[in-house]
């Protein structure tokens, strides 16, 4: 009985630790995008000529990417994403037109 119950002690804090790691859900890209990027590109990502910051609607995947390699101003942003969250942003991104 007792290994019965560390063998599901055992499994439960490898769940724990494993699951919120998988990527089985598709990580939602608009509210990525409304939380790292809006402040500066607007919610609707029309741009903010104030800001200097471009329009981003209709921007790929390798868009997003480039300007995070590229610009010193998206440093702090491109450390806190993953390489799924980017894609995420990438495809919100490209689908407003």
Request: proline share 5%.
């Amino acid at each position: 009985m007792t290994k019965l119950a560390a063998l599901v002690a055992g499994l439960a804090l490898l769940l724990f630790v494993a699951l919120p790691n998988l990527s089985w859900a598709a990580e939602d890209g608009a509210a990525l995008y409304k939380a790292n990027c809006a402040a500066c590109h607007k919610a609707d990502a029309s741009g903010n000529p104030a800001m200097k910051a471009p329009a981003v609607k209709g921007k790929t995947e390798a868009d997003v990417k480039k300007a995070f390699e590229t610009s010193p101003k998206h440093a702090a942003v491109a450390k806190k994403l993953t390489p799924e969250q980017v894609k995420a942003i990438g495809d919100y991104l490209s689908s407003l037109k």
